[in-house]
């Protein structure tokens, strides 16, 4: 049976990324466990789940203004939209979603990962980071092959025909016998689709 999907028959060669990140996630965590028993034998483990908890409320709230501002932001598009105005664009890497990887990492138990949040909490680290990431998914979403959902999104950004789209109608000619689509109940008139 064909499925229209090629086989091949060498295996796929797995990614250094692949390899390294589940090897980078257990010593990160190895890391922080380490950290927390050292810190714990010093000031003693009260101190350490107060840290802890701390941190868990920091990056709730952290992630709480981050959403109620995203929120404002989309409501505040909205209303431009309807009054008419071309909504304000932003900067890349000055929305949101930094301070909620912020919040994020605050959250998450360990002595790194909230020294990574609250580090992510100073704008100008903010900025850099959401700059660099723009930058990066950019480059993967253009460097995507055709077919892919990298392509879809690069089409998707096209506000100009640039030879990739062809704007018309299709036309339909009457079949002999009055069996063709004119006959039916579409038959009346369709003006031209116009942009």
């Known amino acids: 049976m064909t499925t229209g999907v090629p086989t091949s028959t060498a295996p796929r060669r797995r990614s250094p990324a ?16 380490w950290l927390l028993s050292l810190v714990a034998g010093a000031v003693g483990g009260g ?4 840290l802890l908890v701390g941190g868990l409320v920091l990056g709730a709230v952290v992630i709480k203004r981050a959403g109620r501002r995203a929120f404002k932001n989309l409501a505040d598009t909205f209303q431009q939209a309807q009054a008419g105005k071309q909504p304000t664009a932003q900067q890349p890497g000055s929305g949101n979603g930094m301070t909620m990887l912020a919040g994020l ?41 055709a077919g892919t959902f990298g392509d879809a ?36 008139y369709r003006p031209p689709l116009t942009p």
């Open 47 to 50: 101190a350490v789940a107060l």
């Open 105 to 145: 990492l605050l959250m998450m138990p360990g002595l790194l990962s909230d020294a990574a949040g609250l580090l992510f909490l100073l704008p100008p680290v903010r900025a850099w980071a959401g700059r660099r990431a723009a930058r990066s998914l950019e480059r993967k979403m253009a460097s995507a092959p």
């Open 153 to 188: 999104f690069q089409q998707s950004r096209i506000h100009y025909p640039d030879g990739k789209v062809v704007q018309g109608e299709v036309v339909r000619e009457d079949q002999p016998g009055g069996q063709g689509p004119a006959s039916g109940p579409e038959s009346g």
């Open 18 to 33: 692949r390899t390294m990140l589940p090897l980078a996630i257990a010593a990160w965590l190895i890391l922080e466990i």
